[in-house]
T-cell receptor
């Protein structure tokens, strides 16, 4: 599975838009990009997934450029409750049984 | 709809003892996965079931770990005998078979924290 690189940590204030960029230079043609969020003492929680261009749901937006070698998770107007670790994962997620490979993730700290 | 549940939430045992962790996947999900995070490390894949069959157990660390999913519903992960390095958080996830243009989204449980003394 493609190796991903993302910032170790980010700080933000409440109400700001936060963009977390993930690099995946070796992404394969059949790979998708998935982001998970994890709060302390909880399991990872699926946020959003995409293959190309832009995907938006009620939680976040995911921007994927044409070359797909990077992606950006955008969290609009963050609140204190968005403080968590965010993981970027890449793999052939259109196939069941793909083991998720987690890196260290990006620790987002939101303060008032 | 209930999410993935795991039991217990925390287990403290002594080295050499046996512990059994349980995972109840989301109803109707044929795929069940076990992952774990040991202290200071990333979350690592252990194994994958499709219904009651093990499809991939490449991540199982050694033969002290035994996973079962009898009847294709809940799964258990037994560690026997437990060693100090087995301490960590064990996560279970489940997913449906992707169909058509959908993708395989794995939904995680809260995890079981295992402490081996």
């Amino acid at each position: 599975l493609a190796k991903t690189t993302q910032p170790i940590s980010m700080d933000s204030y409440e109400g700001q838009e936060v963009n977390i960029t993930c690099s995946h230079n070796n992404i394969a043609t059949n790979d998708y990009i998935t982001w998970y969020q994890q709060f302390p003492s909880q399991g990872p929680r699926f946020i959003i997934q995409g293959y190309k261009t832009k995907v938006t749901n009620e939680v976040a937006s995911l921007f994927i450029p044409a070359d797909r070698k990077s992606s950006t998770l955008s969290l609009p107007r963050v609140s204190l409750s968005d403080t968590a670790v965010y993981y970027c994962l890449v793999g052939p997620f259109n196939q069941a049984g793909t083991a998720l490979i987690f890196g260290k993730g990006t620790t987002l700290s939101v303060s008032s | 709809e209930a999410g993935v549940t795991q039991f217990p939430s925390h287990s403290v045992i002594e080295k050499g003892q046996t512990v059994t962790l349980r995972c109840d996947p989301i109803s109707g999900h044929d795929n069940l996965y076990w992952y774990r995070r040991v202290m200071g490390k990333e979350i690592k894949f252990l194994l994958h079931f499709v219904k009651e069959s093990k499809q991939d157990e490449s991540g199982m660390p050694n033969n002290r770990f035994l996973a079962e999913r009898t009847g294709g519903t809940y799964s258990t992960l037994k560690v026997q005998p437990a060693e100090l390095e087995d301490s960590g958080v064990y996560f279970c996830a489940s997913s449906q078979d992707p169909a058509g243009s959908s993708t395989d989204t794995q939904y995680f449980g809260p995890g079981t924290r295992l402490t081996v003394l």
